[in-house]
């Protein structure tokens, strides 16, 4: 445990505690490159570059998906608390429901861009149905908002790295045993279910 010298008006509990998160939040980021660093090399630059178009299409769609909920679900929280599931279910709601409906709209965009590429070369569309699914677990990062509003953003970190700890062990065993990019991207929908779980027992356990 690190010793601060006492300064006047230095609160060293709370020191402690955003040292802890902080060190939390830096072991995911740590993992999550040393598992990308594994997955490009194993790739090479053609799969790797298939991986990234996949996901930057996605993450254009998901930014779509997540309706800028974020900062409106906090201040709702905070404006009124004793509506705390109300406003929960409605932005669960909304979201599940955009990103549903944003999986085939992704693979339609995907599948039009192909046919009318010179060159397209292995269609991606297994790999971009999973990322977009991906998107639609992510729906359950409302919960995350809540917490936020609480102040209590450890809880969720540290979900965050346990199924990042789950998925990076799983991505590691899919590239020592030689499965191809589809499967790696299989893992990455593994995690995104695992966290939506992992997100629903934390808020029911400390909502009980």
């Not at 008006?9 to 993992?31: C, H, I, R």
């Not at 700890?165 to 030689?178: D, E, N, P, R």
Request: net charge neutral; hydrophobic share 50%; aromatic share 12%.
């Amino acid at each position: 445990m690190i010793k601060i010298p006492a300064i006047k008006g230095f609160d060293e509990e709370a020191f402690q505690k955003y040292f802890k998160n902080t060190g939390w939040l830096m072991f995911g980021k740590v993992l999550s490159l040393i598992v990308g660093l594994i997955i490009a090399r194993y790739l090479g630059p053609a799969g790797y570059g298939d991986l990234s178009f996949a996901l930057s299409l996605v993450a254009i769609m998901s930014a779509v998906g997540a309706l800028g909920l974020d900062t409106f679900i906090i201040r709702e929280l905070l404006k009124e608390p004793q509506n705390q599931k109300e406003i929960l279910g409605t932005a669960l709601g909304l979201r599940m429901g955009v990103n549903l409906l944003l999986i085939p709209l992704t693979v339609g965009i995907y599948l039009s861009f192909y046919s009318l590429s010179d060159n397209p070369g292995e269609p991606l569309t297994w790999i971009i149905v999973l990322l977009a699914t991906v998107s639609f677990f992510k729906s359950f990062n409302v919960i995350d908002s809540y917490f936020q509003s609480q102040v209590q953003s450890k809880f969720v970190v540290q979900v965050q790295n346990v199924c990042l700890f789950v998925s990076a062990t799983l991505k590691i065993g899919l590239v020592i045993l030689g499965f191809s990019l589809t499967w790696i991207v299989g893992a990455f929908l593994v995690e995104s279910i695992l966290l939506a779980i992992g997100l629903i027992y934390i808020y029911q356990k400390r909502n009980d």
